[in-house]
């Protein structure tokens, strides 16, 4: 029996297997006749030819069939998608941390996730404003920091007021000195910026 760092991930359509942990199973690839195009989470099209067909998985002493594409990925050996969850009927139970697996005698097989404590593994990175095509292909239209308004217009917006109508009656939010005078920088800021101007209503 080989243990193995197992991910169940609702949000992949497939199963996979790490390429450094497919040694110690002692299973071939198998080449499927051609290939295509999965994408990952980090959005990057990854090619696929091949898959290891009829894996044996183990949970406490139950076993299942499962279908294994190889995978360059770290951070876990498996990665059970849905592919094996809906042929299993199984449910991820998100606030239990728990995935129910029902089994052909009417028992359910539960399966209590572990949180690591320490060198938390991430999927899903942020990307780098370089990293993003359209913003590293068209620095000038996303730029760090807006110069002024938009050029105006051929038509222009303007809002229509009622003749005679009257501000509504409010009392004015109340701030503490460290809020108002951080919001009096920010409306000089944007003042200086051309963003905002100085209201002209009575």
Not at 75 to 101: C, P, Q, T, Y
Not at 124 to 134: A, L, R, T, Y
Not at 152 to 174: D, T, Y
Request: aromatic letters at 8%; charged letters at 25%; hydrophobic letters at 40%.
């Amino acid at each position: 029996m080989i243990f193995a760092t197992t991910l169940f991930d609702s949000g992949a359509d497939y199963s996979f297997v790490s390429t450094t942990f497919i040694p110690l199973l002692g299973l071939e690839p198998s080449g499927i006749g051609f290939r295509y195009e999965i994408e990952i989470a980090s959005k990057q099209l990854v090619e696929i030819d091949k898959v290891i067909k009829g894996g044996k998985l183990e949970i406490k002493g139950h076993v299942f069939d499962i279908d294994l594409i190889p995978f360059r990925h770290g951070g876990f050996d498996v990665i059970i998608g849905m592919d094996w969850l809906s042929d299993n009927k199984a449910k991820i139970i998100f606030h239990e941390n728990v995935v129910r697996i029902p089994r052909p005698d009417g028992n359910m097989l539960r399966v209590l996730g572990e949180r690591p404590k320490e060198n938390v593994r991430f999927l899903m990175g942020v990307k780098k404003q370089e990293e993003i095509f359209v913003v590293r292909d068209f620095p000038e239209v996303f730029p760090d920091d807006l110069s002024g308004l938009p050029p105006i217009q051929e038509i222009e917006f303007q809002i229509e007021l009622i003749h005679g109508a009257m501000s509504v009656a409010k009392s004015p939010c109340r701030l503490a000195p460290s809020e108002l005078e951080e919001l009096s920088e920010q409306l000089k800021e944007l003042q200086v910026k051309g963003f905002i101007r100085q209201s002209s209503s009575p």
